[in-house]
């Protein structure tokens, strides 16, 4: 069901950092060969508006939104029909969340560089942001919680959500996101949703939209953020810069780094738990312990079999994206799982938080037995909106600061700009730009 990756021996000791990133399971698909699928899909959004949102959301969907926008009512109507358990398990989950994300506020602080010199860094929130929430193959309403939750301490001032239109949806909500979506929604209070899914939200967002006459359906936003499949993923790589973004929060991955202290059962089951997500979902399993790997592959063999979407896992875990990878040691294993940069990587392992402690790159840390990745995903207080294919070696999950800008703030007395003129003029003959030095010098010649 899984394949194995041997990197034992001298196979992993000459590999240098670029060899063992390509030497790692990934998907064969991958968001460089998704941008071509979402190019004209988002030239078709900027150029056409609202007619080719409901367009593509017919030929992505199936189902045609005559509403883009969701009517303040249809959001009412979906929190009071809510399941009282999962109002009472958004609402504990979003305690959690705002516990953490407020935590994470930034205060402005100002340097005094010299007597009269100040330089202020200031934490100023994005005035617009786009939250995409996924409702493909999984609807993930845990997922407004992880969106709208930071970007609410951070106080942004407008923000709207947008997710696909469920064809299996009827009566007050046929034509509209999935309902535990939208109630989630009405929950936080977001009044702004928006029926739009896959790469077209993306462009919804970027460009805005409006009808033939045109009315105004969306205004366009500063920053996107939110997971997605392989074609939101594209969408948001090919349109940063129009706008920005969170991170490249694609199709989910789990590492699980562990020793033959390690339970095969939660081993197996937590690799499960993120194959299920998606076709495309990553699992990998980085062991110097032999047994244990032929005891997890025992039981996922058994455990699949007995779970409901046991034909996507299987798809997931027999892809190119999942493996077991069989390293000499830990030492070894923690080599490798920085060169994979996981999304969720789980350390199971004797000793866990001190190997925890020695992890470099990954999306977000699960430490020990108690720490699965599903906790993370729901109520851990953790965000679950984090990057994906090895961008966290270089990018953070979604947080507070993800919405702040922080703007610089220079504020110099005329005597602290004359005692560093000289500093100032030198270095701008060295780039022999000389006006840059007399933008300083004007200010004096009336000393001279």
């Not at 999935?178 to 462009?203: K, N, R, S």
């Amino acid at each position: 069901m899984i394949s194995r990756t041997d990197l034992r021996g001298p196979a992993l000791a000459s590999l240098d950092a670029r060899g063992l990133r390509d030497t790692l399971p990934r998907a064969g698909f991958d968001v460089e060969a998704a941008l071509d699928v979402v190019r004209p899909i988002c030239e078709q959004v900027q150029h056409h508006g609202a007619d080719a949102l409901r367009d593509l959301s017919e030929r992505f969907d199936k189902v045609r939104p005559e509403a883009l926008r969701v009517p303040a009512a249809v959001l009412t109507a979906a929190l009071e029909q809510l399941d009282p358990d999962i109002r009472a398990a958004l609402t504990e989950a979003t305690r959690r969340a705002r516990a953490v994300h407020e935590d994470q506020r930034r205060t402005d602080t100002t340097t005094q560089v010299a007597p009269g010199g100040t330089v202020t860094e200031r934490w100023v929130p994005v005035d617009r942001v786009g939250l995409y929430v996924p409702g493909g193959v999984a609807v993930l309403a845990s997922s407004v919680v992880m969106n709208v939750v930071p970007a609410q301490a951070a106080a942004v001032p407008s923000l709207a959500v947008a997710s696909p239109p469920q064809r299996s949806n009827t009566g007050v909500f046929a034509g509209y996101p999935d309902p535990t979506i939208l109630a989630a929604c009405e929950l936080l209070g977001v009044d702004e949703v928006y029926a739009v899914g896959g790469a077209q939200a993306i462009a919804m967002f970027t460009y805005g939209a409006r009808e033939d006459d045109g009315t105004v359906v969306c205004e366009p936003v500063s920053l996107v953020t939110g997971p997605g499949n392989i074609y939101v993923v594209a969408a948001k790589r090919l349109l940063k810069g129009l706008i920005g973004i969170d991170s490249e929060a694609g199709p989910t991955e789990i590492a699980i780094l562990a020793d033959d202290s390690a339970d095969p059962e939660h081993v197996a089951a937590d690799l499960i738990s993120q194959a299920e997500h998606d076709n495309l979902a990553a699992a990998v399993l980085v062991t110097d312990s032999d047994q244990l790997a032929t005891q997890v592959e025992a039981a996922l063999e058994r455990r699949v079999a007995a779970t409901k979407h046991a034909e996507r896992i299987r798809t997931s875990l027999g892809g190119a994206q999942s493996s077991i990878v069989l390293v000499d040691t830990i030492e070894d294993g923690l080599r490798v799982v920085d060169a994979y940069a996981a999304e969720h990587l789980e350390i199971q392992t004797r000793d866990a938080a001190a190997v925890a402690a020695r992890v470099h790159n990954a999306g977000a840390i699960f430490v020990g037995a108690y720490a699965p990745v599903s906790l993370g995903d729901y109520a851990a207080g953790s965000n679950h909106v984090l990057p994906t294919g090895g961008c966290a070696c270089h990018s953070s999950g979604l947080s507070v600061q993800s919405f702040l800008r922080g703007i610089h703030v220079i504020d110099y007395t005329q005597d602290a700009l004359r005692d560093v003129a000289s500093t100032v003029t030198t270095l701008a003959a060295a780039e022999d730009l000389p006006a840059h030095g007399e933008a300083v010098t004007a200010r004096f010649d009336a000393d001279v």
